[in-house]
């Protein structure tokens, strides 16, 4: 592929991808189909990158074409349009050698060797501030920053950095405020969030016990109650048991939502995580999960052994 009169022996789809992480908010390429030697993805440049059926082809040489709008561009094109950044400054960041870091990720019980390619220092910083809604959620500001938790002004929505456990960030997940969802990537890894936190306590501390939580919200609170949690962000996958698994702590406390799913998740989670002491939270309140209760009504809560 030849960028600025630049070869790099790089897969084209890694390039999009990174491209889809950097330009997260405008929700670009969300439809990626890989062929032998070509890519047919959503077109950027028309219906704002949000057609359903792609209908542009990008080749292994970085040459763009969009059948619907007629766009005839490159990579170099892509990239300053998309982001505003000259080409030549954006591979050498992630895709010179020396940008091009080889990383372990200790998921489960396999050491598994990746490259991969992570959001910025400066992207983090540019949305690390505490907004107000932080507040509404009993998160204060020394959690947040613990976590680097942001607010992008742009999607009006907190930012949550998701790192895997050497803490490079991967890539952010958005919560709305105004229309209080979530936007998640697709296709990509899924670490536990707070994993890292946790780790780096670790250095200083003896933890011996952790909350597993479903909502990043919910792993804040513990946090703020003194306590440690990891948080799933859905009711768990095969790949985050492992990472569970891994992590050099004995004891877990299952503290999934306080609902019909939360219930199933529950029961499935304590067959499933081995190598662990395993317990229970138990609601004895009607909320629905830890961030809506006081620190109090936390902490009264029973905690029981499961025996397996």
């Not at 960030?169 to 209080?180: E, M």
């Not at 569970?244 to 799913?261: C, G, K, Q």
Request: glycine share 4%; with cysteine; aromatic share 12%.
């Amino acid at each position: 592929m030849i960028v600025n009169n630049k070869e790099y022996n790089i897969d084209i789809n890694d390039v999009i991808k990174q491209l889809k992480v950097d330009s997260f908010g405008k929700k670009l390429f969300n439809t990626v189909n890989k062929y032998e030697d070509y890519l047919m993805v959503s077109c950027p440049y028309h219906k704002n990158g949000q057609e359903k059926k792609p209908s542009a082809m990008i080749r292994n040489d970085g040459s763009f074409y969009c059948f619907a709008c007629d766009a005839k561009k490159n990579v170099s094109n892509l990239i300053y349009d998309i982001l505003g950044v000259d080409a030549t400054e954006y591979m050498q960041q992630h895709w010179d050698s020396v940008a091009l870091r080889q990383r372990k990720f200790n998921i489960g019980l396999k050491q598994q060797s990746s490259t991969t390619h992570c959001v910025s220092r400066e992207e983090v910083e540019r949305y690390k501030m505490y907004h107000t809604y932080l507040k509404e959620r009993g998160i204060s500001p020394k959690i947040a920053f613990k976590f680097d938790i942001g607010y992008s002004n742009e999607l009006n929505a907190i930012m949550f950095p998701i790192k895997d456990e050497q803490g490079n960030v991967l890539y952010f997940i958005a919560r709305s405020i105004d229309k209080k969802r979530y936007s998640i990537m697709k296709d990509v890894a899924k670490p536990l969030f707070g994993a890292y936190e946790l780790l780096k306590e670790q250095e200083t501390k003896e933890i011996n016990e952790i909350y597993l939580v479903e909502g990043m919200f919910d792993c804040l609170s513990v946090w703020e109650y003194g306590k440690y949690a990891v948080a799933m962000n859905g009711l768990g996958s095969v790949q985050q048991i492992k990472q569970l698994e891994s992590l050099p702590i004995r004891t877990v406390i299952i503290a999934t939502d306080n609902d019909e799913r939360g219930q199933k998740a529950r029961e499935r989670l304590e067959k499933s995580i081995k190598n662990k002491f395993i317990k229970v939270l138990k609601y004895n309140t009607d909320k629905k999960d830890i961030n809506s209760m006081t620190k109090e009504e936390f902490l009264n809560l029973e905690v029981s052994d499961v025996f397996r």
